[in-house]
């Protein structure tokens, strides 16, 4: 009886080593009392894994709506291996919330899918304000410590995915 031929599976998995990592961080201006948590704690993240502070951009922008057109001009520099989009959007007594979280959201996935760059969405789409405290540091973690965590690892995924890609012949 003949053997099958065995081939090992092939994992690829990024880590969270940022010591080669180009970051930007796209920062909401509005609600910066919850942002500014957030922005501290991404920023934190990134050096604690070897990301060097010369390499990573703040940028700042209005609010959570202005958030993906800085991502993807960013992106589209090519200057940068990950971006990390980091707002707070609190539902008041209008349909605004809905279409500021909706957009903020689409553009911000559309602005990796489209630029190949990893864009993690580090906005906080919350109720109350006590909620948003609650998520940017206090009971509920931090989510842009969140993002930034899971920027490095797409980051480091993907380039383990490309460098596989250059050698295989078409």
């Known amino acids: 009886m003949q053997q099958p031929n065995h081939h090992p599976i092939k994992e690829i998995q990024g880590n969270l080593i940022g010591t080669a990592l180009k970051v930007a961080i796209v920062v909401s201006r509005f609600n910066d009392l919850v942002v500014d948590r957030l922005k501290a ?4 993240t990134l ?3 070897g990301v060097d502070e010369q390499d990573i951009t703040l940028v700042y922008v209005p ?3 202005e958030l993906p057109l800085m991502a993807q001009t960013l992106a589209d520099s090519h200057q940068y291996n990950l971006i990390i989009t980091l707002g707070c959007v609190i539902r008041g007594g209008t349909p ?3 279409y500021v979280c909706s957009q903020a959201a689409s553009g911000i996935s559309q602005a990796s899918l489209n630029s190949g760059v990893p864009v993690s969405f580090g906005v906080l789409t919350t109720d109350t304000l006590e909620q948003a405290l ?4 206090a009971k509920a973690g931090n989510k842009g410590v969140e993002a930034a965590l899971a920027g490095i690892e797409m980051a480091n995924a993907l380039q383990q995915v ?3 890609n250059t050698s295989i012949k078409l």
């Open 47 to 49: 050096t604690s894994h």
């Open 162 to 164: 490309r460098s596989q």
């Open 63 to 65: 609010g959570a709506f």
């Open 134 to 137: 609650e998520r940017a540091g």
């Open 96 to 98: 605004h919330f809905e």
């Open 41 to 44: 704690g991404a920023l934190q």
